[in-house]
């Protein structure tokens, strides 16, 4: 932690703040410049993370000097995790495309979907049973009965599932029916929620919050993962400007950034971030040519009359189409789908 | 609902899109302008909300005329909601501010703090027992025993309390404990949360979401409202932009424009929003003047010592100070505090 | 400056990082932490903000400890700056108003409005001669007629004027003319009109650019200081953000910021931030509530006829109605108007 | 223009309205909702897009049908348009990356990295003269003798060159020796400059602004249009948002919606964009799988000591490592490179 002190701190207020940091048990270095002075606080710096020194008189800033995530860094764990699941990997060399409809409706459709994105190379099913509604007066999901047709699908169609969970009531039923969890934008800080999921044992997909920063994401995966869970894959799906051409704006930096930063898996969700059928598939290509490694994408088998999110599925035929293109980009930057 | 057809729609395609909206029992007006061909769904427009019409072909674009809340609205009941806790009205002519610390952490600081802001005007006192933290790693609340500690400061100090709700599970046990049900920023869209806070007939004090539109903060109090509490309490606390210098962005023009929207009481929380002490007094001034019916002020006996928040709680001192200049900028604006 | 070195760092890496900083002048002084090493380099920080230090291999991240202004800081000049203009004196005790029409359209409705505003309070004139505009195809500003309009108005009613300046090849007239120069918030990074205004001794009101950091802002105004031109009066405008229900997200907290970083004069122009007249009262009060030591406001004698920004200006009665309650708000806040 | 009436519109404020549009020449059509009454104002809606309607008693808000661009759209041009400088094609199937130092800091270097940038494919040299620099006390440019550097390196590497205008006085000057006119991020609403770039007929390479709308670029480009040069290069190159974990947030989005919207040619700046080095390949790679019509990427021969943006320039080896990928990629959109 470096301490930089206003230009006019006096002499007692310098010897106020060491003796905090002292007081703390840390060593101290103060250093003198031609123009300000700054102290140094070295040992374990997540002591003085919660210290308010910033209100300490003479403070100009406080600036730390380690990452607040531990666990999810590539400083802890160099080496890419690689989730299994039913013998399919998330994070290895090869690409996986997670798609289906947006929330699940009936038996009918959900079969008819999986089945073609399944034809189409599509390695899992997605499927919302609840669903967060801006509107109080929107479809809100099937619920338990929605969860029963997922488990159905899986089986007559055999790709593994992934749906929502939003509330620590629900994660016990849930955990029964899906083989991935996954963690909304708008919980990605629902702290007590991330806290459950990690006490599972299921591989957790956690979603981007609309205006969270990536350091934010990586602190909300540490949440998951100090509780034991590391089967983490973070998903970035469309942070939230100024910009109105799309519903969010993909930031498709994120992806190196968290491949840098971090260990886990990290996928791209276009339909969300575009909020537009007819932007997924050039974001799609995008993604993965940035490095990510999977999709998640909306494929409803009639998008004219899904009850949620029809505007941004595509239907299974551009799916299919943008599945042969994914491949090429794929191999392009070395990897496969 | 209009919509706006692209300007190479064809016959086929329009007639499409006429019989799905007169399909929804919506009556059809076309209008052929000079460039563009509009068509007009007169009718129920929350039957057309559910629809992905910019998915058929033909359209470029669909523009809602109704707003998506209605109880909320000024234009569903004209008059200010006006709510009564123990004889304090929030949302009429006085001006009310809650403040405390932002964690309870023991018995003696609270009651010493709730003891000197009632002294110096204050009429509700604040304090978390559950505390929604970004780092796992960071005290997490008393829990529990906060609670009671908040029930004997009340009993004692004569101050009614708001605290935090963050889970459903806990929702039963904190109506126990508080007069207000506070819902915090990273849960404003959590929806099950507030259907079960809707649910109660409890104040609640809702905050905007780090990156809710105003919108966005009136859905997630319509689905208050929706399950029949309408006792809410709209609090602006800061948004996420570009700017680093405080820690948030206090959109002070979300006060008069929420007061135009909703009949619903409005305050603002300067000290979440600014993140510094020192900027509180400014934004607290701002906000009154601005039209604000009250203040949340986060104020600590002793703020280098507070476990969570210190850099931006006020000493008591410094809150006295402040709660002299807001009575007479009150006074300047018609109000009274 | 600090430089964090990566946790994998070698000592080669950290030699050659040491040797271009004393190659540069300056000291350094190495300190290992538990977890990372960290090198500081003490002397004049100027010399290094031009290096791409963390290019360097071993490098994680280059932190600055100064601030990169100095001519207009705080610490450089601990006392406000106080201009005077004709008399007028901005940055004192005294908020200034200035007021008038958004573009000059014609003499009869620039003088009508002028003597409104005069006897309103106001103490200057505004008015564009030389308007940017986002189309092309919109009224683009009466240029050299308007300027002599406003000469003509300021002789006649008796306020000093404030006009635009999009163009160096334009300053020379408009200097003839004028009593304060504004530079627009689309200019505040036109570098070399800010080096032109700077070398002339006219007052210089600076608006913040839309996405401009309060940082940037203070940069650019270190950019006209650096010419020898001290007179400049800083403007809240404004800052983009997701929010659409203003047009802009005033700021507020720039205005105490600002007042703490620089000892320039900051005013605030409520009118451009909301876009909506009726929102440009509540903003104004919270204005000078923060401590702004002005404000700028568009009026006009018909806004339903103007060419320009008619839907946020205000009618001179309501500009008048305003100015009674500002004078309250002033006072409560210990200043006059 | 659709104008949406307050719930409790008087029928004269109605008839006022009425009698405004009718007035400027266009026709009407009420449609009187269940809950709200529209009007449609039926022709020329440009003659509306002026006037304040919204502050029209009665008036809830007033929608455009239009877009305000116009030579610049794909309705008024269906076809890509192709921009040939001296034989090389822009905006057709093949991709073109154009590539330089940031400034151009000496003749050798220069050279030394148009020969590298040339030989690893690159097809024109980039190199600012006049540079646009946030401090006053950074390299500002060689400025004239830049620009000779800059044609001398043409003449002996042989690729075809950009560089950026400021100011409008420089414009002749460049014009020789350029042979695309670079528009930067800070003047994208530099109107009066873009009135004098579209007098010219040299291409122009308009950058988008750190916080404008994709609507706002077309409508700079408009601007340039107007004038009669239809040579325009769109520049995505990142915008200003929340996160700091890159420079500016890359919108890749962008591309495809400017690809729908515009028929001009759109390229990409990753290192802008990026901001660092590092994170330059997977943003090029990812703006080619988007359907980018080209790439503008900072190389210079020797980034530790470059002058300017040095922690954001490949090293040649680096980039020649890129352009391989880049071609695969591009061939797996099917585009060649």
């Given at each position: 932690?470096?301490?930089v002190?206003?230009?006019?701190?006096?002499?007692?207020?310098?010897?106020h703040?060491?003796?905090?940091?002292?007081?703390?048990?840390?060593?101290?270095?103060?250093?003198?410049?031609?123009?300000?002075?700054?102290?140094?606080?070295?040992?374990?710096?997540?002591?003085?993370?919660?210290?308010?020194?910033?209100?300490?008189?003479?403070?100009?800033?406080?600036?730390?000097?380690?990452?607040?995530?531990?666990?999810?860094?590539?400083?802890?764990?160099?080496?890419?995790?690689?989730?299994?699941?039913?013998?399919?990997?998330?994070?290895g060399?090869?690409?996986?495309?997670?798609?289906g409809?947006?929330?699940?409706?009936n038996?009918?459709?959900?079969?008819?979907?999986?089945?073609?994105?399944?034809?189409?190379?599509?390695?899992?099913?997605?499927?919302?049973?609840?669903?967060?509604?801006?509107?109080?007066?929107?479809?809100?999901?099937?619920?338990?009965?929605?969860?029963?047709?997922l488990?159905?699908?899986?089986?007559?169609v055999?790709?593994?599932?992934?749906?929502?969970?939003?509330?620590?009531?629900?994660?016990?039923?849930?955990?029964?029916?899906?083989?991935?969890?996954?963690?909304?934008?708008?919980?990605?800080?629902?702290?007590?929620?991330?806290?459950?999921?990690g006490?599972?044992?299921?591989?957790?997909?956690?979603?981007?919050?609309?205006?969270?920063?990536?350091?934010?994401?990586?602190?909300?995966?540490e949440?998951?993962a100090?509780?034991?869970?590391?089967k983490?894959?973070?998903?970035?799906?469309?942070?939230?400007t100024?910009?109105?051409?799309?519903?969010?704006?993909?930031?498709?930096?994120?992806?190196?950034?968290?491949?840098?930063?971090?260990?886990?898996?990290?996928?791209?969700?276009?339909?969300?971030?575009a909020?537009?059928?007819?932007?997924?598939?050039?974001?799609?290509?995008?993604?993965?040519?940035?490095?990510?490694?999977g999709?998640?994408?909306?494929?409803?088998?009639?998008?004219?009359?899904?009850?949620?999110?029809?505007?941004?599925?595509?239907?299974p035929?551009?799916?299919?189409?943008?599945?042969?293109?994914?491949?090429?980009?794929?191999?392009?930057?070395?990897?496969?789908?």
């Amino acid at each position: 932690m470096i301490i930089v002190l206003k230009h006019d701190a006096t002499q007692e207020q310098i010897d106020h703040i060491i003796d905090r940091i002292k007081g703390l048990g840390l060593a101290v270095h103060v250093s003198e410049g031609k123009e300000k002075t700054i102290i140094g606080a070295i040992g374990d710096e997540s002591v003085l993370a919660e210290q308010p020194l910033e209100i300490l008189p003479g403070v100009e800033k406080v600036m730390p000097i380690l990452k607040p995530y531990k666990l999810v860094s590539r400083e802890f764990k160099a080496d890419d995790t690689i989730i299994d699941i039913e013998g399919i990997k998330i994070g290895g060399r090869e690409v996986q495309v997670i798609a289906g409809p947006c929330s699940i409706e009936n038996l009918e459709i959900l079969q008819e979907t999986a089945s073609m994105v399944k034809a189409a190379g599509a390695r899992f099913l997605r499927g919302g049973a609840f669903k967060p509604r801006t509107s109080p007066y929107a479809f809100q999901g099937l619920r338990d009965e929605g969860l029963k047709y997922l488990l159905d699908t899986k089986k007559k169609v055999g790709l593994p599932v992934v749906t929502e969970v939003m509330d620590p009531r629900d994660l016990e039923l849930i955990c029964e029916y899906t083989d991935i969890i996954q963690i909304g934008t708008r919980n990605m800080q629902n702290f007590r929620l991330l806290t459950e999921v990690g006490k599972t044992r299921k591989p957790v997909l956690l979603k981007r919050g609309l205006s969270s920063t990536i350091k934010e994401l990586l602190m909300s995966a540490e949440y998951i993962a100090a509780e034991g869970n590391d089967k983490i894959i973070l998903c970035e799906r469309g942070i939230r400007t100024f910009e109105t051409a799309t519903r969010s704006t993909l930031d498709i930096s994120a992806v190196p950034v968290l491949k840098e930063e971090t260990h886990l898996p990290v996928i791209v969700d276009p339909s969300h971030a575009a909020g537009r059928w007819d932007m997924v598939p050039p974001l799609a290509k995008a993604a993965i040519a940035s490095g990510a490694d999977g999709l998640l994408i909306e494929v409803h088998a009639d998008p004219e009359r899904a009850l949620c999110d029809g505007v941004q599925s595509l239907k299974p035929e551009k799916f299919d189409e943008l599945m042969k293109v994914l491949r090429k980009v794929a191999e392009a930057v070395g990897r496969t789908l």
